[in-house]
């Protein structure tokens, strides 16, 4: 089952007042991972519940549990109610309000942390309103600076955040100084920014205002410091531990932050514990790593006993048949030792724990990444869907080909990265896309028309399959969109109404003899054929063959409808014969609509005949 993209917001509350409120909440509330309330007055529809007390006091029941709410109401109405409940911007559920028309989604609290902005703009595609935002980041198409690590799970440090945002929306200039994590972000900047990266050495001119700190260290901050700063911490520590059997909690947790702290490490930068097989099962390990949310590996005494360390122990060694497990372990969850073994002991509790620490080069997200397969339709904005728009504006990623990632430019969200690849790079483009999602990014594929047609979702599949993909990780959607051969159609009338078949003409991934094959098939069995990738600048003589098998079974004067850029600025509609198609542009742009022995034209519209009033013959000669 496919979860929506509101299930990261869940628990999630709808609230409408009265009924027209109720109307415009409903086809939100249609998704399951919406709560929608409403008052006894009003008329109870899907799976909707009533409050029965004052609006306020049933908001002041839910309110701890929900991580968002959305209000068809007044927006002072909004303030009034929630304005005794919020406490801070860390804690506080997204607030979202939409006026009572449905025109206009307002991201009213929480916009960054909460993601009242991603929420608003996710529902405004949804029902088709505009979403307001008024953060500075956003309109200055900045990710923001206290969210700018979510999306690699990298976890925040202290600092003055309040005032580096200021000066990023002052655009005064931020120096980041990135030791560790992912550059996607700095690569993905809309060009008008203020952020510099690197040393005050290498750019003495630059006064910085303000400093982004991105590495795994944990920096002091003075109080009384001539500029803000702020620090993000990729999590690219891995801990080894080796510990005796029953060893305590605390002492391994006191044994990581002491370390962590006597090299300047920041525990907020730990991705997982790394051990040996049979500690699998060790409870300390695992209540550290279930309170402190980390990742846990381990791997077997001979993976261990293969890896250079520098400590090796020949006690160890003798006991669990590794010379290393913390240094080792350390080293296979993360690459590079950064703390050699330290033991710790306790005098007042049992158990003995090594701990070392690896550095590893990509951070660790945590998350299980996602695959949306994504039909765009022809080029419209207007002929895509609203799951497909929605889709999209959700992603951390796009990638697509330059010419359609250009006709969705309009849905970018700040922040988000879109990644264009000339037409030829379509497995490149799977392949980025898997590793992204394997690493725990939600990544959108886009392909015109549908994506499961000539697009990309089968080969991102085929991609998947050779990897050895178990079917959930990532997890795949894939979102229709309206084909080349619907859209080219609509502007002539209705020539798919009986049996048809789509041939590509492309002969670069199919041989031209199984062309050939389908060419002469769809002839004779008299299916409308559409011709996809008809002709190109060097694939000149395919379309004349073509026109040559249809001639051999229909009439030359069958219509035949030439599309080019379907909804698109550049479109062009022909309606011609099968013996004149040849005498039109037909490029790669194009679809070619080739009727049956029944289709005709009618005050140019070109018509294929179901058999309704040939039924009505039939049945009136009885
Ligand atoms: N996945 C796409 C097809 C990609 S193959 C779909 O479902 O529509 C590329 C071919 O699609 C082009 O060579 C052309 O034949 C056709 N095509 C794509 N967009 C089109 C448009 N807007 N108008 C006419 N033909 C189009």
Redesign the pocket.
Known sequence: MDTSCFNQFSPLAAIATHSQAARVLRPLSQDTDIQLWLPVSVEKQGNSKYYDNSLKEHLASIWAEHRAFIFCLATGAVVRLIAPLMQNKAEDPAIVVIDAQGDYVISLCSGHQGKADLLAQLIASQIGATAIITGASHSLSLPAVDTLGFTYGWRKGGGDWTGVMATVARQENVQVIQEAGSSLWQEHLPEKHSFYFGFPESQVEITPQARIWISPTKRKFAPQSDFPKVQWHPKVLWVGIGCERGTSRKLMEKAIDETCKTYHLATEAIAGIASISIKANETGLLEVCRRRNLAFKTFSASQLSQVDVPTPSEVVQQEVGTPSVAEAAAILAGGTLLVPKQIFKSETQSGAVTVAIAQAKVEYIGRTGRLYLI?IG??NLGQITPAAQTAIIEADVVIGYSLYTNLIQSLKRSGQIIESSPITQEQQRAQRAITLAQWGLTVAVV?????????MAGLVLEELQATGWNGKNPRVQIFP?????Q??ASRVGAPLMHDFCAI?L?DLLTPWSVILKRLTAAASGDFITA????RSQKRTQQIVTAQEILSQHRQPDTPVAI??????ED?QVILTTLEKMLDHPID?????IIGNTTTRNYANWMITPRGYFERVKDESTI
């Open positions: 039909g022809p080029g392909s015109s028309g549908d994506c499961g047609i000539y697009g969109g309206i084909s080349a051969l859209s080219a590509s492309s011709l996809y990738n008809p599309v080019h850029g379907a909804y698109r479109e790669m742009l194009t679809t070619v």
